[in-house]
């Protein structure tokens, strides 16, 4: 019996599969680059669009027990128009955290 090599289709991508295909965006990277779009692209109205951001909070302490605390961080969805989502950033002086993106809509529809 001869042996025939194996070989491996070029979808699968990577050594043996183990890398993405090469068109895989990560979320992050997708929202940085709707944002730009809309930052630049001057046939968009800005102001038709909002954006949802997860904001990490953190609660105020419970204590329990002899003494015990534990510090409570809770997520929330806040939803912000693109000038005032601008605004945040830039009067901190803080990077956008793009991971944080949930979606855009345009006129409450989810373009993203």
């Known amino acids: 019996m001869s042996s025939v ?7 699968v ?3 043996h599969g183990s890398s993405p295909p090469p068109s895989k965006q990560s979320p992050c ?3 940085r680059k709707f944002f730009k779009r809309l930052q ?3 046939g968009l109205d800005r102001t038709q669009f909002t954006i949802g951001l997860l904001e990490t909070r953190e609660q105020p302490e ?7 605390w534990s510090l409570r961080i809770q997520s929330s969805l806040v939803e912000l128009s693109f000038p005032d989502f601008v605004a945040k950033f830039e009067t901190t ?8 993106i949930a979606f ?3 006129n409450g529809l989810i373009v993203w």
């Open 13 to 15: 991508g990577g050594a």
């Open 93 to 100: 002086g803080l990077d956008i955290p793009f991971h944080r």
């Open 104 to 106: 855009y809509k345009q």
């Open 5 to 11: 090599p194996l070989s491996i289709p070029s979808s």
């Open 62 to 68: 419970r204590k329990s027990g002899a003494e015990a």
């Open 40 to 42: 630049y692209d001057t």
């Open 29 to 31: 990277t997708a929202a």
